[in-house]
């Protein structure tokens, strides 16, 4: 953290210092792609391992984003140790800090766990004076990241030729719900994106209505693609020296999560999908890639089968894969030794169209035992299963708070909350998960360090309307 802080302001202390640091940058990108990959890079580090700075150390981003699936992103990069500045309009903020609120007058866990280890400033991005320092911060950025409704951006006067002018190396990066095309203009949400990118038609039974996911993917999933996308636009940037768009749609987020439901739809050419147990069960297929149950989606058959103690808890299931390498050793283990030769059963391909009768047998042995005795069980005999784990066994699961992938962090309004540190370990990255910073928390500081505004100009600027509400909407906001 304070490596993170001393490098921002040795950054931004004065324009000069910064314009210098770009042209050393600048001198790099001269060489060919092949040097700049390894020919450029400096001496291997002989600090120990993960004391050589995070990752994203000294690159800072303008975080225009909001709800879910920009904040995402954002907050991975600020894990990764950007210098991740949110934008918040003045008094209101963005609108998840008051939505499914479980603390009065406290920010909601649903801005707090996607926007952690950030910044905070209040600004009316409509405002002359607000403009004027959303252009300060672009020439000191070097990625502004934002998902409003498709021509935001624009009418606030952020055009990206605008950006561009103002700062060439810029990256301007974007969540938009679908791509050019004919819904280009659409506001999009989470379960939109789940629909209209596939995941919803393949996901469910057979029997039943199209299902969307609990895990996020047209929110979550973009985010982090979004994410990918500006590493690498900074990566391109040190051989070009200039920024560019990186678009990602939550259709195609979700279509990429789901290509394999399109691998299906060209295999049903050629013939039914056998791996789906309506194979087995003698249903005909339509033409497109049916709903596939708890069907493994790849070419070891898996289902979920009940747990001791199903009757009472919901999630005492398991999910059990019938590898066929450990074949034999499922056999013994459920009291069916005699498949391992019978030709119904010896081969994967005699299997399929008998798996429902196999994972009703499976069933059989392992309602006689807890999802964790399973685990531990077929485990030991290189079985892959998986316990269905519950947010509450999650939460409290003392594994994952020692990866640091559950990780619990105060807050001054809202007290202690848990949420979900960095899923990408890096070794010499240490992840850096801070509390989610109060609305405009950081105004002040960014007006001064980053922006180099003296004292006299911030009071201007306080008393401009720029950076704070007027009386009633801040009253609204904190009610
Ligand atoms: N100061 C002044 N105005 C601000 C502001 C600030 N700091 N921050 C935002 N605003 C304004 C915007 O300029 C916009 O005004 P305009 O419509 O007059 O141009 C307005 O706030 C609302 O922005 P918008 O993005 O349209 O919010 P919304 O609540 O109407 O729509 C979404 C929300 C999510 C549907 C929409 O943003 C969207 O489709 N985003 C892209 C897809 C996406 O990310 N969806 C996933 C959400 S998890």
Known sequence: MATRKKAAKAKTKTAAKKSARKVVKLKAV????AKAAGGSLPRPSSKPW????????GVRILDFTHVQSGPTCTQLLAYMGADVIK????????ITRGQLRDVIGADSLYFTMLNGSKRSITIDSKHPKGKEILDRLVKTCDVLVENFAPGALDRMGLTFE????????MIVASVKGFGPGPYEDCKVYENVAQCAGGSASTTGFRDGPPLVTGAQLGDSGTGLHLALGIVSALFQRIRTGRGQKVLCAMQDGVLNLARVKLRDQQRLKAGP???????????????ATPRAGNDSGGGQPGWILKCKGWEDDPDAYVYFITQAPVWGAICDLIGKPEWKTDPDYATPPARLPRLRHI????????????????MEICNKLDIPVGPILSMKEIAEEPSLRATGTVVEVDHPTRGAYLTVGNPIKLSDSPADVRRSPLLGEHTDEILSDVLGYSAKEIAEIKTSGAITAPEKSAKAAAA
């Open 359 to 374: 994972f009703d047998t499976i069933e059989q042995w392992t309602m006689t035992k807890t999802k964790f005795d399973v």
């Open 87 to 94: 934008v918040e309009r003045p008094g209101v903020g963005d």
């Open 30 to 33: 001269k060489k060919p792609a």
């Open 50 to 57: 993960g004391q050589s700075g995070r990752a994203l150390d």
């Open 273 to 287: 999908l056998t791996e789906y147990s309506q194979y087995g069960e003698g249903i005909p297929f339509g033409k």
């Open 162 to 169: 605008h950006i561009h002018k103002l700062n060439p190396r």
